[in-house]
């Protein structure tokens, strides 16, 4: 029988598109991170230290990078942590703030993950091009939603 509301369909959804691509896309990151024991969020948290390895950025920086609450990123770090990769510190200027910090290993680590991004798009079969391209439009979607 013919849908009376075929626009909620859920074939037809973007949301649920990007929904079961977000889970594929993370569970794709599983094997290409296995040998370093490490979760894709983890990994996101290690790509922001490794920006700016010099400079530890605060749990509140990196909620406000990473779009993720200090409930979710204390266990990650702590996590982290305990793999040896980074360290949790107060900050010397305000010991209300805990900064994190990598170690020798997780800034080793970046050298041994730096193929990471490339494999997965050779996996996705995307094109640097065609990749910059799909990451910009949902930037602007992300920015519409939030804006």
Not at 98 to 103: N, P, Q, R, S
């Amino acid at each position: 029988m013919p849908s009376d509301h075929p626009q909620l369909e859920l074939d037809r959804q973007v949301c649920f598109a990007l929904h079961a691509a977000s889970r594929a896309v993370v569970r794709a990151y599983g094997p290409l991170l296995d040998d370093a024991n490490l979760t894709y969020p983890q990994y996101l948290v290690l790509l922001v230290l490794w920006e700016t390895p010099d400079e530890p950025p605060s749990i509140g920086q990196l909620g406000e990078r990473l779009q993720l609450d200090s409930g979710t990123l204390t266990p990650l770090c702590k996590r982290l942590e305990g793999l040896g990769y980074v360290e949790r510190r107060r900050d010397p200027a305000d010991e209300r703030r805990v900064l994190i910090a990598l170690t020798s290993s997780g800034l080793a680590l970046r050298d041994q993950l730096a193929d990471v991004p490339l494999t997965l798009a050779a996996r996705l079969d995307l094109t640097a091009e065609s990749a910059a391209a799909l990451r910009e439009q949902l930037t602007a979607l992300t920015a519409a939603l939030e804006g």
